[in-house]
């Protein structure tokens, strides 16, 4: 399990885990016989039953977060590819792979491949299908570097 679904559940029910533990520690030193831990069982199957439930919300909170952050960031990253295609350049690499390079926007991929690698402000996004908007970069990188010729 995610350490950060663990620590959001100890955050929020902090004050039912101590009194399981305090009552814990009350059975095991009052009762000295087998009910004692059946009662033991008893309560930590109830917490962790409850913690099951509050984890899988908090695991779906946490999970709801992270898609709506890695869309922002991607819509980010295609907003930035979109104002620096001008500047892009295309690199074709040894292995037959091609690199597109901008300020803040790194390309990798295949000629003809329907995915390339995405690096955004020097952090790897994944691979992304190659839509509209990658292969009008694409395009417009290999007529920079046609143009200008810096490209290796």
Known sequence: MDWQVWSEFFRQNWLIILIALIILFLVINLVKTVIRWLIVIVIILTVFIYSGISLDQIKQTVTSVT????????????????????????????????????????????????KVSVTFRGVPLGEWDVNDTIQSVITQAKQNTAAGGSGS
């Open 67 to 114: 898609d709506q952050t890695v869309g922002a960031v991607r819509d980010q990253a295609l907003n930035v590819m979109k104002d620096e295609a001008r500047d892009a350049r295309f690199i074709q690499n040894a292995d037959g792979t091609y690199t597109i390079k901008s300020d803040n926007i790194e390309l990798n991929g295949k000629p003809g491949a329907g």
